[in-house]
């Protein structure tokens, strides 16, 4: 089975910043579209960033020019590098991966989701 692991949450203070890690095993990185979400308190979930198949980065404008998501496909991790946070960025943080060939675009298509990381600013 598939398994997202997550981690380098915590506490930060405005301007700071934090990385978070997603491990996956049973995942071929490259194959379909890897993403990250986070859900404020008494917020809808909401996608952050994606990198599909082929590379292609899309962000959320809260986030834009801010966040990086990137990926080491010799350690099957996902990133999400956070600059200049502020506190509307404190949430929980899951990554998220689709199956095999599937599309970032609805955030029904991710199948796979981590535990999720609480991020505090």
């Known amino acids: 089975d598939v398994q997202l692991v997550e981690s380098g949450g915590g506490s930060v203070r405005p301007g700071g910043s934090l990385r978070l890690s997603c491990a996956a095993s049973?995942?071929?990185?490259?194959?379909?579209?890897m993403g990250w979400f986070r859900q404020a308190s008494g917020k809808e979930r909401e996608k952050i960033a994606t990198?599909?198949?082929?590379?292609?980065?899309t962000y959320d404008d809260s986030v834009k020019g801010r966040f990086t998501i990137s990926q080491d496909n010799a350690k099957n991790t996902l990133y999400l590098q956070m600059n200049s946070l502020n506190s509307e960025d404190t949430a929980m943080y899951y990554c998220?991966?689709?199956?095999?060939?599937?599309?970032?675009?609805?955030?029904?298509?991710?199948?796979?989701w981590s535990q999720g990381t609480q991020v505090t600013v």
């Open positions: 049973e995942y071929t990185f490259g194959s379909g579209c």
């Open positions: 990198l599909n198949a082929f590379g292609l980065q």
């Open positions: 998220a991966a689709t199956p095999s060939r599937g599309f970032c675009s609805l955030t029904g298509n991710f199948r796979y």
